[in-house]
């Protein structure tokens, strides 16, 4: 396999949301919990969380090293109109 390289850029670039679907969805006391099926691959224990703003946001699964530091399992940059598709859809899951 080749080298591989990238160019690091100012720009957003979002992901495509071709399809998706919500199962799994409860609440707990961590919050809302729940298994994005993201262009049809399957991403468990995604959560909803809230910026210090208010503004809430998908957050995908991540674990802790032992640096301390969070890392992600799985990166997907939602833009806004499908992160509020996504909160519609698993307010409709949840029943709320």
């Known amino acids: 396999m080749g080298k591989l ?15 998706f679907s919500i199962s799994n969805a409860r609440q707990t006391d961590h919050g809302t919990l729940f298994t994005l099926i993201l262009n049809g691959v399957s991403i468990n224990n995604c959560r909803v969380r ?5 503004h809430e946001f998908i ?3 991540s674990y802790k090293g032992s640096d301390g530091n969070y890392y992600n399992h799985v990166y997907f940059r939602f833009s806004d109109e499908d992160t509020d598709r996504i909160l519609d859809a698993l307010t409709k899951e949840l029943g709320i």
């Open 59 to 61: 957050a995908l699964p």
């Open 5 to 19: 390289t990238g160019t690091k850029t100012n720009k957003t670039e979002y992901g495509t949301v071709n399809t």
């Open 50 to 54: 809230e910026t210090a703003g208010g």
